[in-house]
């Protein structure tokens, strides 16, 4: 079965020493759990290190023999079997039976670009396969008017991809629970996460059926859960390219209205005009309206909703921002539809493909120099 979790890692720049390169590939194929204190080595003795460095990348046209590699890297039979079974799964190597109890291992392709070329056509196909799911579970609607909501920040891409298979007739998890633990949705250990009714599941059922951001507080309040921990949740759904979060567009009116009733308390009707935006954002009629309620003191939420109606929203947070205002973040799925989540992560992915192509074709040279 194909299963393996990609980490986005940037492209090495200057060090392109070979043994640099293993490790970027090492990392980017999560083969090694996070590593604590840094070493002298800087990992570069780690069996999976040196498997991959002195036999299956130094001699890709050479099968090696499973009980030469335990005795070369003096590593016990069960420990050697999870290190190639890592590789196995990722379609990285492949193996042959010999029938005499040991298996041959060898780089597929025979060579390193020839097994990343198989590697990105699984992933692909997967990917284009599995992302379906979220068609049968889509229920947002369709916005009447494209409302761009740029995204505060992306984080780096850390993605599972791992073959569909059947769930076991007693299992506690859901095809959508399943379809999370696969693309690391619940995290590398998912634990009680992985039960059909789980935090992590029910918050992603929210998100498939909200046109709305979500913000933390919301969440929480739903699901009775503590802020940190939806935050968490959160932050593993980001990295995996489905989630983004995004300025609330919704709450657009009431930011603008505290950050207006607060700057006029503070600074008055002339930095307003000068220097708070409304002589560069609003007509003489919105500035006259505006001011007008806010020195009364009966400014309302509806008030600014009415004023702003003819200004797009791009001037709007231009506005709040000149008026030192903060708009609030929320989390929503990616784009308007499951076709726009598949396209982000199929994106993201191809990104992290394009670079293990490069790599692999610098390793190659190291290799050969």
Request: charged letters at 25%.
């Amino acid at each position: 079965m194909f299963s393996v979790r990609l980490a986005e890692v940037p492209l090495p720049t200057s060090d392109r020493e070979h043994d640099h390169l293993v490790d970027w590939f090492i990392e980017t194929l999560s083969l090694v759990r996070k590593r604590g204190e840094a070493t002298a080595d800087e990992g570069r003795a780690s069996p999976v290190h040196r498997l991959l460095r002195d036999y299956l990348f130094a001699q890709p046209e050479i099968s090696w023999d499973a009980q030469m590699l335990a005795d070369e890297l003096a590593l016990t039979p069960a420990s050697l079997n999870h290190h190639l079974t890592r590789l196995v799964e990722a379609g990285i190597i492949g193996f042959s039976n010999e029938g005499r109890g040991w298996r041959r291992y060898y780089l597929r392709g025979g060579s390193l670009t020839n097994a990343v070329e198989f590697f990105t056509l699984q992933c692909q196909t997967i990917i284009n396969q599995r992302m379906k799911m979220l068609d049968k579970l889509w229920n947002r609607e369709q916005p009447e008017t494209a409302v761009v909501t740029v995204p505060s920040d992306a984080l780096a891409l850390n993605i599972g991809i791992v073959d569909h298979r059947p769930l076991l007739s007693d299992s506690k998890e859901s095809p959508l629970s399943q379809w999370m633990g696969d693309f690391g949705l619940l995290g590398e250990r998912p634990g009680k996460e992985a039960y059909a009714g789980s935090v992590s599941v029910r918050l992603f059922e929210t998100l498939l059926n909200r046109n709305e951001p979500l913000s933390l507080d919301e969440a929480g309040e739903m699901l009775d859960e503590p802020k940190p921990r939806i935050g968490r949740i959160l932050e593993r759904f980001r990295a995996t390219g489905m989630v983004q979060r995004v300025p609330r567009i919704d709450r657009l009116n009431i930011a603008l209205w505290t950050a207006m009733t607060t700057q006029h308390q503070r600074r008055g009707e002339d930095w307003m005009l000068k220097k708070g935006g409304f002589q560069r954002i609003l007509s003489t009629q919105q500035q006259s309206s505006l001011l007008a309620q806010m020195k009364k003191g009966v400014l309302q939420v509806g008030d600014v909703e009415q004023a702003m109606s003819s200004v797009s929203a791009d001037e709007q947070m231009l506005l709040l921002n000149l008026l030192g205002g903060r708009l609030p973040l929320g989390h929503r799925m990616v784009g308007n539809s499951s076709a726009d989540v598949t396209r982000e992560v199929a994106s993201r992915l191809d990104r992290v493909l394009r670079r293990m192509r490069r790599v692999a074709e610098l390793l190659e040279q190291a290799m050969e120099a």
